[in-house]
């Protein structure tokens, strides 16, 4: 069964300061998604990683996907209070059906 | 583009009374999921249909849950008798891979409160 982890599940942090979120998965996996949810909204799509070595940057996200380490990083450089919200990895299986699993989330708060 | 819709976006019912969620897909997506978001937690797959016809269902408490697509088109989502530990978002989403599992668009959710 694949299992999703993230961490931390909670970071408050400053307005332009730089922080890193984990993503590490339990089994080998050939696509991984980043997802940003706002309070009482639904989620939105902010990366496709497909391959080892992925790197993929918006604005101030960057995200990269190591899979022989089994994990994914979303890089934040010099947080705006905008980007608060919940971000959530995702990762497909390597089963028939391709399920794709979520991590629990990091909720991000960014102080003025 | 119209995204994913979904309704209702709020339901309030009682432990042991019934309740149905309605989705309709992105025009063409042959894949359609539903996922159950509990407060604090990641979305989990409850079922997932490609066309009119289930892929995987294996997370999907059948004793209370159903779900259908008839048409290949839209669906609903079941439950009942409701339990209090089924209160959250139940959020919708379609991908138009077929066969793989590529992109989701998720809609915006029905929130359930059970009392």
């Known amino acids: 069964e694949l299992k999703v982890e993230q961490n931390p599940l909670f970071l408050s942090m400053q307005e332009g300061k730089n922080y890193t979120i984990y993503c590490n998965y339990s089994?080998?996996?050939?696509?991984l998604y980043w997802y940003r949810q706002d309070p009482g909204k639904s989620l939105e799509s902010l990366f496709v990683?497909?391959?080892?070595?992925a790197v993929k940057q918006e604005g101030r996200l960057m995200a990269s996907l190591d899979t022989k380490a089994r994990l994914s990083t979303l890089h934040i450089t010099a947080a705006v209070h905008d980007l608060s919200a919940t971000y959530f990895c995702?990762?497909?299986?390597?089963?028939?059906?391709?399920?794709?699993?979520f991590g629990s989330g990091t909720q991000l708060t960014v102080l003025p | 583009e119209a995204g994913v819709a979904q309704s209702p976006r709020y339901k309030i019912i009682e432990k042991r009374q019934s309740v149905a969620f309605w989705c309709n897909p992105i025009?063409?997506?042959?894949?359609l999921y539903w996922y159950q978001q509990i407060l604090g937690q990641g979305p989990k797959l409850l079922i997932q249909?490609?066309?009119?016809?289930?892929?995987?269902d294996s997370q999907l408490p059948k004793d209370r849950f159903s779900a259908e697509r008839l048409k290949g088109v839209d669906s609903t989502l079941k439950i009942q008798p409701a339990k209090l530990e089924d209160s959250a978002v139940y959020l919708c989403a379609s991908s138009p891979n077929r066969g793989r599992t590529g992109e989701l668009f998720f809609g915006e959710g029905s929130r359930l409160t059970v009392l």
């Open positions: 990683l497909l391959s080892n070595g």
């Open positions: 249909f490609q066309n009119n016809g289930v892929v995987d």
């Open positions: 089994t080998t996996s050939d696509r």
């Open positions: 025009s063409g997506h042959a894949t």
């Open positions: 995702a990762v497909i299986s390597s089963g028939s059906a391709r399920q794709l699993t």
